[in-house]
């Protein structure tokens, strides 16, 4: 399992990332120190102890789960793939008392379903358990204490283990949401593809519930964003004993003890009063103190201070309306900043034709189910 010339005893694990947010994702596990760091077509591949996993998911930002890769090899065809499964170790994560969830991705293979697929890795797991232990786990689709994921390509099989339980998105700090939140993994991955250094100050003029705000503001002050949340899925695990435990602790005490919580000034507005109450509770429920204001993009005017970084997600879409002349109310009120950098996430080519000049840099990301772009551009 051990990357070739390292220590076989290297767990691999796998950083699954939102499409064009690898590179962020890369990034930021490698300033993390986390060994071997590579960059694939829909996350990253590091290497590690248990620990280093654990501490993954209490640090990266960025990432929408992490995974250890339990093992790879070929599957021509359903016997294949069951037996193959079957001789993994599953009491490593699994007992009787433990339920389970199985789902799979599947091209260009034999098995052309990924639906079946699952079921057969599903069965393979619990009759191991049952010839092992006389009774075979529950399949738990919601809450499962143990989440496996199969990733079939060209009959090369693929399983996953996954470290994180709930999605890392949800951190445990969002009281509420307005009307098209981001995930806040997305929000981490545009602060750092936009270049931000933590030391400039920030704007987000349209912030609805805050995210751009409070995760710069955490990411500024080095506060771990797993530290809210109260339980990861690997602590569910068979193999999650005391000495894990204790393990674990000690490692969320070096994260808290390390968070400084300072940050350069933040500012999050938005014309919708209520929204922005919204915002103002999650914050202080991740014990952050960000300026708000209520106030139309319009009106937004240099105030004399140094440039900051803006960075806005405007409203379009399925659930907010593109609106053209909200567009030009934008691109006027940030053709203001000069000296400025500006991260605007784009979900509709009208955002970027009402912008004052052209973009310095893009990115091609997707919010969800949207397609959009991330455009960045340096005012004069
Ligand atoms: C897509 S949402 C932003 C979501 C936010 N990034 C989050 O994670 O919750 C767009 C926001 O723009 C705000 N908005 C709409 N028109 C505005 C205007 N003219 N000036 C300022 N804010 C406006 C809406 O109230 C809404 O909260």
Redesign the pocket.
């Known amino acids: 399992m051990g990357p070739q010339g390292q220590n076989p005893e290297l767990i691999e694990f796998y950083a699954s990332a939102a499409p064009g947010t690898e590179e962020a994702v890369r990034d930021e596990l490698s300033e993390l120190g986390f060994r071997s760091v590579r960059l694939n077509r829909g996350g990253v591949p590091f290497f590690g102890d248990w620990p280093e996993g654990w501490r993954a998911c209490l640090q990266c930002r960025t990432a929408q789960r992490i995974m250890a890769v339990l093992g790879r090899f070929p599957a021509a065809g359903p016997e294949a793939l069951y037996e193959a499964v079957r001789a993994v170790d599953w009491t490593c994560c699994l007992s009787p008392r433990h339920t389970l969830a199985v789902s799979a991705f599947v091209q260009s293979s034999a098995i052309t379903h990924s639906g079946f697929a699952a079921l057969r890795v599903k069965d393979a797991i619990v009759d191991q358990l049952r010839d092992r232990c006389g009774q075979r786990p529950d399949v738990a689709r919601d809450e499962p204490d143990v989440r496996v994921f199969l990733y079939l390509n060209q009959d090369r099989a693929t399983l996953y283990l996954d470290l994180s339980g709930e999605a890392l998105f949800r951190r445990g700090y969002r009281l509420g949401?307005?009307?098209?939140?981001?995930k806040e993994t997305l929000?981490a991955a545009i602060l750092r593809l936009s270049g931000w250094d933590r030391e400039q100050g920030l704007v987000d003029?349209?912030?609805?519930?805050?995210?751009?705000p409070i995760e710069a503001a955490l990411w500024a002050g080095n506060v771990a964003p797993g530290l809210f949340r109260e339980r990861f899925g690997f602590e569910r695990w068979a193999s999650f004993d005391a000495t894990a435990a204790a393990t674990l602790a000690s490692l969320r005490g070096e994260l808290r003890a390390s968070a400084h919580g300072q940050h350069p000034g933040i500012t999050a507005?938005?014309?919708?009063e209520a929204?922005l109450e919204v915002a103002r509770r999650n914050a202080r429920q991740a014990g952050l103190r960000l300026r708000f204001r209520q106030?139309?993009?319009?009106d937004l005017r240099p105030d004399g201070g140094p440039p900051r970084l803006l960075v806005v997600?405007?409203?379009y879409g399925e659930r907010?309306e593109a609106d053209p002349r909200?567009y030009q109310?934008m691109g006027t009120a940030l053709s203001r900043l000069s000296g400025w950098r500006l991260a605007v996430l784009a979900g509709s080519p009208l955002i970027e034709r009402a912008m004052p000049l052209r973009p310095s840099r893009r990115h091609a990301l997707r919010n969800g189910d949207l397609p959009c772009e991330l455009l960045l551009y340096d005012l004069a």
């Open positions: 949401a307005g009307e098209a939140p981001l929000a003029p349209m912030c609805g519930s805050g995210t751009f507005m938005d014309i919708d929204v106030a139309a993009i319009r997600n405007p409203p907010l909200l109310e």
